[in-house]
């Protein structure tokens, strides 16, 4: 009795080789902590403006400004960005303007967040669709983006600034923006 090969034999080995090969090449990127941007360098997209109730409404014309802002994607359900809330507190303290994109969430939970713990946004707008974080590239909360004084992106940050992330990774990126 003759054995017949089969080809699905050779279907786990190589599907593991496959992936073994794009997490190897995945590892070797210059940051692999990092998430890049199709944005860095280009002007910010728009933003749908609407205006969260009580609190200063971001424009598109304040990204015109000339001077270093942040804009940070948050939302009064997403813990980790009630994790960074005192560093944005510190940053908008230390007279970095900060605008806010409360990102798919209930503008009645958003102006509770911010009653109870303080806005550091020199204006908000709401996303309650996502739109304006598809345009963006955000893909998760809360997302941090530096924007230079001609109004390009110049950073994206993923995740909270917190820690070692903040401190090590994010904070040299806005201080190398504020000397320009």
Same mark, same amino acid.
């Given at each position: /009795? ?23 090449? %995945? /590892? ?7 998430? @890049? ?15 969260? !109730? ?7 014309? /304040?990204?015109? !400004?000339?001077?270093? +802002? ?5 939302? @009064? ?6 994790? !960074? ?11 970095? +303007? ?13 102006? #509770?967040?911010?009653? #109870?713990?303080? @806005? ?9 669709? %996502? ?11 809360? !997302?941090?983006?530096?924007? %230079? ?9 993923? %995740?909270?600034?917190?820690? #070692?992330?903040?401190? /090590? ?9 504020? +000397?320009?």
């Amino acid at each position: /009795m003759t054995r017949k090969f089969s080809p699905f034999l050779i279907l786990p080995p190589l599907v593991f080789f496959v992936l073994a090969g794009l997490f190897f090449f %995945g /590892m070797q990127r210059e940051n692999p902590d990092e998430l @890049s941007s199709t944005l860095i360098g280009l002007k910010t997209p728009a933003i749908k403006e609407v205006t969260l !109730e009580g609190y200063p409404l971001f424009t598109n014309d /304040m990204l015109l !400004e000339d001077e270093i +802002k942040l804009v940070n994607f948050w939302a @009064s359900w997403c813990p980790p960005c009630r994790l !960074e809330h005192d560093t944005l507190v510190e940053l908008a303290d230390r007279g970095i +303007k900060i605008y806010g994109v409360n990102f798919k969430d209930r503008p009645e939970n958003g102006i #509770e967040f911010l009653t #109870e713990e303080g @806005s550091p946004f020199a204006g908000v707008t709401v996303d309650r669709e %996502g739109r304006a974080g598809l345009d963006w590239g955000v893909t998760g909360l809360p !997302e941090t983006f530096i924007i %230079g004084r001609d109004g390009t992106v110049i950073y994206r940050f993923a %995740g909270p600034l917190i820690k #070692e992330n903040y401190t /090590m990774r994010f904070l040299p990126e806005l201080e190398k923006a504020l +000397k320009q």
